[in-house]
């Protein structure tokens, strides 16, 4: 059988946060890389990681590290095909519909609003899964309990893709429960008092509290293919910029871990 994948987004975290913040559940899934992301916002990023076009360093002549060099996920007749082989190629519209002919459940949960399923643009990046979990904001703790739920149905010797979108990273940045009021918050497009500091501090802390509440998750997918990143950074008033949806080098800027399982299924 195929090993299963983990694929989870932190939204809006930034590089620079990921690297301050103590994480050691993610920090231990394989050495960190300084990325760009494919796009600065939400649905740009996650249209392109769902084509196999994964944050990269292009200076880097490495498969996978530079999805330019080798994909993880190459979709058949889709793109450069790179120098080196791709871990993992799939035919289908996106690596969802691939995964699913390869065989995978196909299980996904978002918490930001391009991942809701009842408006026709959440419809897009939702469709595909067998099954759909959308929270609307922060609540990692639900999506963790529904992803157990959801993988307790799945039968054995049948491997699982796991997508997980979680909001604890994106402005306010906020987790239940968290010693701070969410508003207001302190980075706002456009507005006259911003915090640039409590930003940090903030997104630092929700890094930190999502790292311990993704251990068990993490060590359940400890054989399995493990991919973190972040679909993009936030601007913390560099240039006079905050927040994400605008072409800037804080945006684009994004960490990258990923543990590639060997006996991942490669098609002719
Ligand atoms: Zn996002």
Not at 11 to 26: H, Q, T, W
Not at 59 to 86: T, W
Not at 112 to 119: A, D, E, L, T
Request: aromatic fraction near 12%; charged fraction near 20%.
């Amino acid at each position: 059988m195929p090993r299963s994948i983990l694929f989870v987004t932190l939204d809006s975290c930034r590089y620079d946060a990921f690297v301050e913040a103590r994480a050691p559940n993610l920090k231990s899934i394989s050495p960190l890389y300084r990325t760009q992301a494919p796009s600065h916002f939400t649905y740009g990023s996650h249209a392109a990681f769902f084509m196999g076009f994964t944050p990269g360093d292009a200076s880097r002549r490495e498969p996978y590290v530079n999805p330019k060099y080798g994909k993880i996920f190459r979709m058949r007749g889709g793109g450069h095909p790179g120098e080196a082989p791709p871990h993992i190629t799939l035919s289908g519209h996106n690596i969802i519909d691939g995964l699913k002919e390869s065989g995978y459940r196909a299980i996904g949960t978002g918490a930001v609003n391009w991942f809701n399923p009842q408006r026709p643009t959440g419809r897009v990046l939702t469709a595909d899964f067998d099954v759909f979990n959308f929270t609307g904001g922060a609540n990692l703790r639900a999506q963790l309990q529904w992803i157990d739920s959801m993988l307790r149905d799945v039968p054995a010797g049948t491997p699982s893709f796991v997508f997980l979108n979680l909001a604890e990273t994106h402005v306010p940045y906020y987790f239940n429960g968290a010693p701070w009021d969410p508003l207001p918050n302190p980075c706002v497009a456009f507005g006259e008092s911003n915090d640039a500091a409590e930003c940090r501090r903030r997104q630092v802390a929700c890094i930190e509290w999502c790292d311990q509440a993704l251990e068990p998750l993490l060590a359940r997918f400890a054989s399995d293919t493990v991919i973190v990143c972040a679909d993009h950074g936030d601007c913390w008033g560099e240039d006079g910029l905050w927040e994400h949806g605008v072409s800037h080098e804080k945006t684009l800027e994004v960490p990258l871990l990923f543990r590639l399982a060997a006996d991942a299924p490669v098609q002719a």
